[in-house]
């Protein structure tokens, strides 16, 4: 594969604001960015960047699983920058730029192992039936004190007044305005990342606090998710907090979701979700259809790690259940009250930890099947789903991993390289998380005579 230097325009943009280096990357299966910097002047010329293939796929605790699942030699990757996403890199003090990256094969095809080329694998699906989603991402997360990672629990932080909160704030502006500088520098961040940005608003938890991102195309909004997640995290650590992007980081509080909104346009831009009437077309009943049908063997990607599925409890805005229905919170799959240019559905269940990419490829993956197969979904439901029981969905990993390797449903959306390699990884960490010893082991089992 032979370099091919900067376009003009980007080559003088890096002139122009005086960076001296620029980072490349990517997210990993857990949806950390992994990469490295190169200087400005040899990214500029064009400097090919070759990274092991294997980084894709490695595990939270920074393990890999074998050799067989990215190849027996090792192999590298090329790292393809994509320079529509070209930016400056807010969270450097030194004038640095990010750019989100391919990770290329030595035959020039997108690695299957990248959770980018899995989102863009089904991206082409849609292309060829002349179709093209439009996505709305919202991502919920906590702010706690700095944390080290031990295993102290989390504490939210001092506030004006020297106050900490202790939840019920919802929807409070004097809660957000007590960390004003942070969410100031997030702002301005966003805005050098192209992040399209909508809402901010105050959740459940205490220091809990939810974005809306703009809808826009699956691919670029992916790339805003989790390039949000980084600044998100830097901008943390720069005024002394962690942010949180776990499902469950408090113990009886609420859990934060990444809930997408998703609807389908044909190449006029027109939204096939809704009629002229304002009834639901049923392109949109055969997408929840799908939905229904194969989010269950695709939970891991929408709940990837053990501490994932402590975030479905009745009674705390989490979804339980695979019902769908109009304005309606308490279903795992809600249609916004909204005009026929507006109609979609709303997928709940991805948690806060979810990678956008993977999360975004399973959901879109999963409608499109039903569209593929004219599905017809269960019934629309009203009222309180919470109150009813519902047992269409694995309660633990282990059980969510077994689901997804029983069935061929991700293979056909994803390849047969890629489903092995990921169940391998979260095996792995799997593994890892039942040889630990818990606080509450300790706390009761310690007392048994």
């Not at 169940?423 to 960490?429: D, N, Q, S, W, Y």
Request: proline share 8%; net charge negative; with cysteine.
């Amino acid at each position: 594969m032979s370099a091919t230097a900067l376009p003009a325009a980007q080559a003088e943009w890096l002139r122009a604001e005086g960076v001296c280096e620029v980072e490349l990357v990517f997210a990993d299966l857990t949806g950390f960015p992994r990469g490295k910097t190169l200087p400005a002047l040899a990214f500029a010329h064009g400097q090919e960047v070759r990274i092991p293939r294997a980084v894709a796929v490695q595990a939270c605790t920074g393990a890999y699983p074998d050799y067989r699942f990215y190849g027996e030699q090792d192999p590298d990757v090329v790292l393809r920058p994509d320079l529509a996403t070209l930016r400056r890199a807010p969270w450097s003090d030194t004038p640095r730029a990010v750019v989100i990256c391919d990770n290329v094969d030595h035959g020039g095809s997108l690695s299957p192992l990248a959770p980018r080329s899995a989102l863009q694998r089904v991206l082409a699906d849609y292309a060829a039936h002349g179709l093209s989603p439009v996505v709305a991402p919202e991502l919920e997360f906590y702010l706690f004190a700095a944390h080290d990672g031990d295993a102290a629990p989390f504490q939210s932080p001092a506030l004006r007044g020297g106050r900490r909160e202790a939840g019920g704030d919802a929807f409070s502006l004097s809660a957000r305005n007590d960390l004003a500088p942070f969410f100031d520098e997030v702002y301005r961040g966003c805005e050098r990342l192209g992040i399209a940005s909508d809402t901010f608003l105050h959740e459940m938890g205490p220091s809990q606090f939810e974005i809306n991102l703009r809808h826009g195309d699956a691919l670029r909004l992916a790339d805003q998710m989790f390039l949000f997640k980084y600044l998100l995290k830097e901008t943390a650590h720069r005024h002394g907090l962690s942010a949180v992007c776990m499902a469950k980081p408090l113990e009886g509080e609420p859990g934060s979701s990444m809930h997408l909104h998703q609807s389908l346009v044909d190449r006029h831009g027109h939204n096939l979700f809704g009629r002229a009437d304002g009834s639901n077309s049923a392109l949109l009943l055969h997408f929840i259809a799908g939905l229904q049908r194969y989010l269950p063997l695709l939970l891991p990607l929408f709940c990837p790690n053990p501490n994932s599925y402590r975030r479905f409890v009745k009674g705390l805005a989490a979804p339980v259940n695979l019902a769908w229905g109009e304005d309606n919170r308490s279903v795992g799959l809600r249609v916004p009250r909204c005009g026929a240019e507006a109609r979609r559905v709303e997928n709940r269940l991805p948690g806060a930890d979810a990678n956008p990419y993977l999360a975004l490829a399973a959901s879109l993956g999963a409608g499109l099947a039903g569209i593929a197969e004219h599905l017809t979904p269960d019934p629309p439901v009203s009222g309180n789903v919470f109150r009813q029981g519902d047992t269409s969905l694995p309660a633990t990993l282990d059980a969510a991993l077994a689901a997804m390797r029983a069935s061929p449903c991700a293979e056909r959306l994803f390849g047969s390289e890629f489903v092995p390699a990921y169940l391998a990884v979260k095996e792995l960490e799997l593994l890892d998380f039942q040889h630990q010893i818990t606080p509450w082991e300790r706390r009761h089992l310690g007392l048994l005579a």
